[in-house]
C-alpha cells in the first residue's frame, strides 16, 4: 500500500498533536511537514519521531534557536519561518492532504495557498471558512479538492449525510456542551474568572477555543462554518445544548427521520475519519460506547439571552459579506484580552457588538478586503477594550 503523505499546520496544538497520535499508530502514513508558532521543544520531539522534511516556526527568532538545535544533532529537516513559511509548508509538492490546524486567521492564507497546489484538506481551522467560506469553497471545486472536516459536529454530519441526496435534508442540528456556565444566571456571569472559564467539562482543547465555547461563540462560528461546508440556508441549521456531549450532531430529513452520530468525546475520531476518508479504519484508541452506563441523553435550548455571542453569530452570517470576519477578527482580540485578564467575560460579545455595528460591510468581498475588515475590526476592539 502506497503511503499518504500529509502536512500538518499547527502541529503543537490540541488538534495537531492528536492527528500524530492517530498518524503514529499507521505505518502508511508519511508525515511531510509540521509547524507550529513558537513551542520549538515539542517540534523537535516531533521532527526526531516523524522525520519530516520540512518545518515552521512562525516566530523568526524560535526557527533560529532551533535550527541550531537541530544542526548540533544531526537532524535533517529544512526550518523555515513566518507567514510565508507557513505557505511553502502547505504547498510541498509530494503532500496528499493538509490538516490546517492552527487557530484563529492565520490559517486563512496556507489553506487558500494549499487548495490552489491541489492538495486535500482537514479541516479544523474555524476562521478560514467564517472569513472566506463561499470564496474558500469555490477555489476547492474549481481545483477539485476535498474539504473534509475535523471539528467534531461538522463530522458528524458530514458522516450523517452520506448516502443521501442534499435536496433530502431539513435541517442540520448542532450540538453544543453548553459549557461551564450553562447553568448560571446573569449575575453569576459577572464573576466568572478565566481560571473556571477555562475548565471545559468534556472536552480537553486549546485555550481560545474553549473560552469561545464557554461563551457559545464556538457554536455560533460552527454554524458559519455549516452553511458554507454543506451549502445550506442559516434557517436550516439548529443548536440545541447537549450537555454529556455524547452525540455530536443530527441531520433532520424531510421524511421525518433524524440521523445522529454519536461517540465518546475524544477528537481522535474524527480527525482519523478525515485522514482515511472514504475508508472508515478500525482502531483501539478511541474508547467505545457503553449506553447503559450512560443511560440518559438530555436537550435543551441554548439561552440566548445569556450568551449572546451565538446570536451574534447568526446575525453576522444573514447580513454576509465582511461581517463573519469582522465578528471572527473582533472574538479573536477580546477572547486574547479576557485570557490576559483585561476584560471581563461579559465585556466579550458587549464589544464584539459594538464592533459589528461600527461595521460597514462590503458584500461579495475580496480576498484583500476580507484582510482589511479584519485588520479595521482587530484595531478598533482594541479601542474599545481600552473604554473598558
Same mark, same amino acid.
Given at each position: 500500500m502506497q503511503k499518504?503523505?500529509? &502536512?500538518? %499546520?499547527?502541529?503543537?496544538?490540541?488538534?495537531?498533536?492528536q492527528a500524530l497520535d492517530v498518524i503514529? *499508530?499507521?505505518?502508511?502514513?508519511? &508525515? #511531510?511537514?509540521?509547524?507550529? $508558532?513558537? +513551542?520549538?521543544d515539542l517540534l523537535e520531539a516531533q521532527i526526531i519521531e516523524f522525520k519530516p522534511q520540512m518545518v515552521c516556526v512562525v516566530q523568526e527568532n524560535k526557527a533560529i534557536e532551533l535550527k541550531k538545535r537541530l544542526r548540533h544533532m544531526g537532524q535533517r529537516v529544512e526550518v523555515v519561518s513566518g507567514e510565508e513559511g507557513l505557505q511553502m509548508v502547505a504547498t510541498l509538492d509530494e503532500a496528499e492532504l493538509v490538516v490546517t490546524a492552527v487557530v484563529g486567521m492565520v490559517g486563512l492564507i496556507p489553506t487558500i495557498k494549499a487548495i490552489k497546489s491541489g492538495k486535500h484538506i482537514? %479541516?479544523? +481551522? =474555524?476562521?478560514?471558512?467564517?472569513?472566506?467560506?463561499?470564496?474558500? #469553497?469555490?477555489?476547492?471545486?474549481?481545483?477539485?479538492?476535498?474539504?473534509?472536516? &475535523?471539528?467534531?459536529?461538522?463530522?458528524?454530519?458530514?458522516?450523517c449525510l452520506q448516502g443521501n441526496a442534499p435536496s433530502a435534508v431539513s435541517k442540520l442540528i448542532l450540538t453544543a456542551?453548553?459549557?461551564p456556565f450553562r447553568e448560571y444566571g446573569k449575575e453569576q456571569l459577572k464573576t466568572i474568572t478565566v481560571e473556571a472559564a477555562l475548565k471545559h467539562p468534556n472536552w480537553v482543547m486549546g485555550n481560545k477555543i474553549t473560552i469561545d465555547s464557554a461563551t457559545l461563540m464556538n457554536k455560533g462560528l460552527e454554524v458559519i462554518e455549516a452553511k458554507y461546508l454543506f451549502d445550506i440556508d442559516v434557517e436550516q441549521i439548529q443548536v440545541i445544548v447537549h450537555k454529556e456531549s455524547i452525540i455530536h450532531s443530527m441531520v433532520e430529513y424531510k421524511d421525518g427521520s433524524t440521523i445522529a452520530q454519536l461517540g465518546?468525546?475524544?477528537? *481522535?475520531?474524527?480527525?482519523?475519519?478525515?485522514?482515511?476518508y472514504p475508508e472508515r479504519r478500525a482502531n483501539d484508541y478511541v474508547p467505545k460506547l457503553h449506553l447503559t452506563q450512560i443511560k440518559t441523553?438530555?436537550?435543551?435550548?441554548?439561552? /440566548?439571552?445569556?450568551?449572546?455571542?451565538l446570536g451574534l453569530a447568526y446575525e453576522a452570517l444573514k447580513i454576509g459579506g465582511t461581517m463573519p470576519a469582522v465578528l471572527n477578527a473582533a472574538n479573536e #482580540?477580546? &477572547?486574547?484580552?479576557?485570557?490576559? /485578564?483585561s476584560v471581563?467575560?461579559?465585556?466579550?460579545? /458587549?464589544?464584539?457588538? =459594538?464592533?459589528?455595528?461600527? $461595521?460597514?460591510c462590503i458584500n461579495r468581498p475580496t480576498l484583500d478586503e476580507i484582510l482589511e475588515c479584519d485588520k479595521w475590526a482587530r484595531e478598533y476592539s482594541r479601542r474599545k477594550v481600552e473604554e473598558c
Amino acid at each position: 500500500m502506497q503511503k499518504k503523505n500529509i &502536512v500538518i %499546520l499547527g502541529s503543537t496544538g490540541s488538534v495537531g498533536t492528536q492527528a500524530l497520535d492517530v498518524i503514529r *499508530r499507521d505505518k502508511n502514513m508519511n &508525515v #511531510m511537514g509540521l509547524t507550529t $508558532h513558537v +513551542n520549538i521543544d515539542l517540534l523537535e520531539a516531533q521532527i526526531i519521531e516523524f522525520k519530516p522534511q520540512m518545518v515552521c516556526v512562525v516566530q523568526e527568532n524560535k526557527a533560529i534557536e532551533l535550527k541550531k538545535r537541530l544542526r548540533h544533532m544531526g537532524q535533517r529537516v529544512e526550518v523555515v519561518s513566518g507567514e510565508e513559511g507557513l505557505q511553502m509548508v502547505a504547498t510541498l509538492d509530494e503532500a496528499e492532504l493538509v490538516v490546517t490546524a492552527v487557530v484563529g486567521m492565520v490559517g486563512l492564507i496556507p489553506t487558500i495557498k494549499a487548495i490552489k497546489s491541489g492538495k486535500h484538506i482537514a %479541516l479544523a +481551522n =474555524k476562521e478560514t471558512l467564517v472569513t472566506a467560506g463561499e470564496m474558500v #469553497m469555490q477555489l476547492a471545486k474549481d481545483n477539485h479538492v476535498s474539504i473534509l472536516p &475535523v471539528d467534531s459536529e461538522h463530522s458528524a454530519i458530514f458522516q450523517c449525510l452520506q448516502g443521501n441526496a442534499p435536496s433530502a435534508v431539513s435541517k442540520l442540528i448542532l450540538t453544543a456542551s453548553g459549557g461551564p456556565f450553562r447553568e448560571y444566571g446573569k449575575e453569576q456571569l459577572k464573576t466568572i474568572t478565566v481560571e473556571a472559564a477555562l475548565k471545559h467539562p468534556n472536552w480537553v482543547m486549546g485555550n481560545k477555543i474553549t473560552i469561545d465555547s464557554a461563551t457559545l461563540m464556538n457554536k455560533g462560528l460552527e454554524v458559519i462554518e455549516a452553511k458554507y461546508l454543506f451549502d445550506i440556508d442559516v434557517e436550516q441549521i439548529q443548536v440545541i445544548v447537549h450537555k454529556e456531549s455524547i452525540i455530536h450532531s443530527m441531520v433532520e430529513y424531510k421524511d421525518g427521520s433524524t440521523i445522529a452520530q454519536l461517540g465518546a468525546p475524544d477528537m *481522535r475520531h474524527p480527525i482519523s475519519y478525515a485522514l482515511y476518508y472514504p475508508e472508515r479504519r478500525a482502531n483501539d484508541y478511541v474508547p467505545k460506547l457503553h449506553l447503559t452506563q450512560i443511560k440518559t441523553l438530555s436537550f435543551e435550548e441554548p439561552k /440566548k439571552d445569556l450568551f449572546p455571542c451565538l446570536g451574534l453569530a447568526y446575525e453576522a452570517l444573514k447580513i454576509g459579506g465582511t461581517m463573519p470576519a469582522v465578528l471572527n477578527a473582533a472574538n479573536e #482580540m477580546v &477572547v486574547e484580552k479576557f485570557l490576559n /485578564k483585561s476584560v471581563s467575560f461579559t465585556d466579550i460579545s /458587549k464589544i464584539i457588538h =459594538k464592533v459589528m455595528e461600527a $461595521h460597514i460591510c462590503i458584500n461579495r468581498p475580496t480576498l484583500d478586503e476580507i484582510l482589511e475588515c479584519d485588520k479595521w475590526a482587530r484595531e478598533y476592539s482594541r479601542r474599545k477594550v481600552e473604554e473598558c
